[in-house]
Structures are given as C-alpha cells and as structure tokens.
C-alpha cells in the first residue's frame, strides 16, 4: 500500500485497479526560498579575508562533509573594549550555506 500511494504521488501508478483511482496525483512544487535569503545569496555581505597574522583576529573553519559546505569565518576584537570590530567570511558550498553565513 505504502509503495502504491507513493507511485500515486509522484503520478505513476496507473489508474486500473486502485483505490486510489478517484484521486489525481499530486503536483509537487518547487522549493522556494524567502526574498532575504536570496538577496543574501546573490549579494553576500562580508565577504573576504582578515590579515591571519594579526593577534587581533581569530580564525574558525567549519563543515559539513556530507553536502560539500565549507565555511571560514574570521573575527577581529578590539583589545580595549573585547568587542567584535569587523568579520569576514568566505563559503564554499550551496546557495542556503552562502546566504546563512552572509545574514550573521
């Protein structure tokens, strides 16, 4: 039963004989993504590199293996005051892993 109904949902189980002939199959729709992640997609800010020698500024690498996602992001603190003064970030991978790291 559970393959015939997913054959009727993707529209391949023929009419003759089902259960479920009354039914149509069902239109699958495209993923769509909102408005802000593809204008952090297609405009990413705070892209590039941060100088990896400065003692001001810490380097983190992360990813995912399984999707291809890589993501370097680096960070500068001010001494004085302990706060985040500027970020980068460069992603390699899909466009939802490149929009993410640009909201931040």
Known sequence: MLRLLSKKVIGLASQEGSALSASRPVQVLPRM?????????DKPR?????D?????VGTGLVGAPACGDVMKL?????????KIVDARFKTFGCGSAIAS???G
């Open 52 to 56: 990896k020698n400065d003692p001001t």
């Open 33 to 41: 993504y909102h408005e802000r992640v593809i204008d952090h997609y």
């Open 74 to 82: 680096q960070i500068k603190v001010d001494e004085v005051t302990g």
């Open 101 to 103: 790291s640009s909201v």
């Open 46 to 50: 705070n892209v590039g590199s941060l």
